[in-house]
């Protein structure tokens, strides 16, 4: 398929799946993904992350708060969910492991120490 055309259906399928942020889309040559940055209204990145030429997730996305403030770490291979994620919330940070875009394990930790949770 021509790389134009795929990259025109990233394009839309992001337009579809975010249509109300503002984004920035590149090819990147060397790996033949195409990465993309969302922004919240306020300007703040909300997500960066990689397609590959097929349209599918792929690598590693992460998605900040309004503030700014790692809240989700995920990997996609070929739009499959695959190893650790990981979800900061408060003083709260959850683990999740993806075998093949299925849940193995999830572990949970609480701190009132905000260096265990932390996501910077």
Do not use: C, P
Request: overall charge neutral; charged content about 25%.
């Amino acid at each position: 398929m021509n790389k134009k055309i795929l990259i025109l259906f990233a394009y839309f399928f992001s337009l579809f799946a975010f249509a109300q942020q503002e984004r920035d889309l590149k090819l990147n040559k060397d790996t033949n993904l195409i990465e993309v940055t969302y922004y919240h209204e306020n300007g703040e990145v909300s997500q960066t992350g990689f397609y590959n030429l097929d349209g599918k997730l792929h690598g590693e996305w992460l998605t900040f708060d309004d503030k700014g403030k790692k809240s989700i770490s995920a990997k996609y291979d070929n739009g499959k969910k695959v190893g650790k994620w990981f979800y900061w919330s408060g003083n709260s940070l959850k683990e999740v492991d993806y075998n093949n875009n299925i849940v193995a394990n999830v572990n949970e930790w609480t701190s009132t120490d905000s260096k265990l949770a932390s996501n910077n």
